[in-house]
């Protein structure tokens, strides 16, 4: 029998560049299994674009796209009126938009075109991931289960697949933070201005900072061992450069991107003029209009559903012998869902009171070099981990809640794209702790087995094209 001599494992968890190959082979795999099978579903005998079946939110970004490279969408489909060379779906920035029109004139007018960015995006994001933990402090192998969670959860392999705007904000967001944790401030700014230009639910990473920075001057106040800048000042500096920087950026980017593609209010049939304070006004003002105000119709759902997987979205469902409405010859068999892995979504919920608890309570050893002063607070290792993790679920999900709340904006379950880094990070946190664990160390380490195996269980149960119905 083939066993492993104890002394093999202190260098597996010293190695520094094992992790970062697997991180390879988990991107290489994640992009594999979301560029499968990419054109499809598709109508028989699929010989055109329009053969090729929208999935979900396509049906609007794909046809502005369309539109913004000068093609009329099919007659009766959404925009297929709108004047040529516009953004008819002017709700939103531009960016992502100009980046399939790009793809459509380059590629030519197809699902590869439509799908490219996205697919792009996701491997962009996987791998920020792991830098982000690093930055943050966290060992290569906590950075690397942090990605391979990502790469895992369904909602992060549908949306890195389909042509919607939500993945491209979400790469954003995880290396502007990133960078951010680096202390590189103005690229920070560059990199959040780049995915707010994509959908507007990139600037609640500045919540996120907010939150980020005030626990830091809070464990420096119990812990003076805590690094000298995480104090009000160096933290006040740090939110101005970035937030100022991607605020400015931003309206530069918008004010290009409307020189290019014209954002035109597809509801009142008009152009939007004025500048990019008008169109931005219009985005705000789109988004006000979104409410629900007897409670979620349909598939909407509150935000607070979001944390036990309530009401998941059926994206697309095609099943050749049941055809649904409009839906004849069309295949494979497939059914995209938008779901969050329930081990993936159970591990992070279960890490946000524990990481909450231990940033509240950290533990205590003796103050050195004082006699009979007892015992203080002490930051461990893992804390800015934690921390990170609390403050990203915190400055994501929170507005969500708030809008819901006071305004009743309406919301859906893939809104948690933008909130799942969070969970990733507390998740992988919370594995790398059982798995250090010396008490019942057999016991914790088995259940932390268990649990990658579910993880892996479920983005082969959910993935788009196994024919479980």
């Known amino acids: 029998m083939c066993t492993v001599a104890p002394a093999m494992i202190p260098r597996l968890r010293d190695n520094t560049r094992l992790p970062v190959i ?69 709700e939103h920035p531009q960016l992502a938009k100009l980046i399939m029109a790009g793809a459509i004139e380059w590629f030519g007018d197809g699902p590869f075109a439509w799908r490219i960015g996205s697919l792009l995006a996701g491997s962009i994001a996987i791998l920020g991931m792991f830098a982000l933990v690093r930055a943050a402090g966290g060992g290569p192998w906590t950075a690397l289960a942090a990605s391979t969670l990502m790469a895992c959860d369904n909602l992060l392999l549908v949306h890195g697949r389909i042509g919607t705007l939500d993945i491209y904000a979400v790469a954003a967001m995880i290396w502007a933070l990133a960078l951010y944790l680096r202390g590189r401030l103005l690229s920070a700014g560059v990199v959040l201005a780049i995915g707010s230009a994509c959908k507007l639910v990139a600037p609640y990473l500045l919540a996120v900072l907010v939150l980020l920075e005030l626990g830091r001057v809070v464990i420096r106040r119990r812990d003076r061992a805590a690094p000298e800048d995480w104090t009000v000042v160096p933290a006040l500096r740090r939110l101005f450069i970035c937030g100022f920087s991607a605020a400015g950026i931003f309206m530069a980017l918008l004010g290009v991107m409307d020189q290019i593609a014209t954002p035109y209010n597809d509801a009142a049939a008009q152009l939007i003029t004025g500048g990019p304070f008008a169109h931005f006004s219009h985005m705000v003002s789109y988004a006000d209009t979104l409410v629900s105000p007897h409670g979620p119709q349909g598939i909407a759902s509150y935000p607070w559903d979001w944390l036990i997987d309530l009401k998941p979205i059926t994206y697309l469902r095609i099943n050749p012998s049941l055809p649904g409405h409009g839906l004849y010859a069309i295949h494979p068999v497939s059914k995209f869902l938008g779901f969050i892995s329930p081990p993936i979504l159970l591990a992070g919920v279960i890490a946000l009171p524990i990481a909450a608890w231990r940033l509240l309570r950290l533990p205590r050893v003796p103050a050195p070099g004082v006699p009979g002063s007892g015992a203080q607070p002490r930051m461990t290792g893992d804390t800015p981990l934690a921390l990170i993790g609390l403050a990203w679920f915190l400055g994501t999900w929170i507005p969500f809640a708030l809008l819901s709340l006071i305004d009743q904006r309406t919301s859906y379950l893939y809104y948690m794209v933008v909130v799942m880094p969070g969970l990733y990070v507390l998740g992988a946190w919370l594995a790398s702790l059982a798995w250090r664990r010396r008490r019942r160390r057999r016991l914790s380490r088995g259940v932390v087995i268990a649990w990658g195996l579910t993880v892996i269980a479920s983005a082969v149960l959910l993935y788009p094209f196994t024919p479980v119905f």
């Open 22 to 90: 697997l991180l390879a082979v988990v991107s290489v795999l994640s992009f594999g299994a979301r560029a499968v099978l990419l054109g499809e579903p598709c109508q028989s005998p699929c010989t055109t674009a329009t053969q090729h079946t929208l999935i979900f939110d396509e049906a609007y970004y794909v046809n502005a796209a369309r539109v913004i490279a000068g093609i009329r969408p099919p007659s009766g489909s959404h925009y297929a009126d709108a004047p040529l060379g516009t953004d008819p779906n002017a």
